[in-house]
């Protein structure tokens, strides 16, 4: 990350000011947000899970019983099929999940959240949510998180809109 956040005027006026103010600094949230969390959870020495692991045990426990299909988890937290491959693997390996082959489809298998994964996601989650709060809703009132909520979810349904129709 930058020690200080790009200026709109160095995008070659492909964009507009308008455009160039609010797209530069939305790539380089989307570039630092997961990483810079990662780092603060990890210095304050209470986490064992990084924040991939820590959102895939908060899917899974929503869905304790059935458990997710790997494509399904991809799919939800926007990450490659082969990056969920390595975090379940990883995952796995400490006992936090279990993956097994779908009954009703051979070619997927389901993952589900152990009794360890529960506890780790009980131990570490209050301490991912506190860093989020810290770095991220500290900084906005209340107004201000409603209207960026609905703008984010405007641009969001825009991005399934055009995805849908690519597929």
Do not use: C
């Not at 020495?45 to 997710?68: I, K, W």
């Amino acid at each position: 990350m930058a020690n200080k956040v790009s200026k709109p005027n160095a995008v070659n006026k492909l964009f507009s000011d308008d455009e160039a103010s609010f797209w530069i600094p939305l790539v380089e949230i989307s570039a630092d947000l997961v990483r810079v969390i990662d780092k603060q959870t990890k210095s304050k020495m209470q986490v064992h899970t990084n924040f991939a692991e820590a959102a895939l045990l908060a899917y899974l426990a929503g869905v304790f019983e059935s458990g997710m299909s790997m494509t399904e988890l991809s799919n939800r937290l926007n990450l490659s099929a082969s990056r969920v491959t390595r975090i379940i693997q990883d995952m796995e390996a400490k006992g936090l999940v279990t993956r097994n082959q779908s009954k009703l489809d051979k070619r997927s298998n389901i993952v589900q959240i152990t009794k360890v994964g529960v506890a780790r996601l009980n131990e570490d989650g209050p301490v991912h949510i506190d860093t989020v709060r810290e770095i991220v809703f500290s900084k906005l009132n209340e107004v201000e998180m409603k209207t960026l909520a609905k703008l984010l979810v405007r641009i969001r349904q825009s991005l399934a809109e055009v995805d849908h129709n690519l597929t």
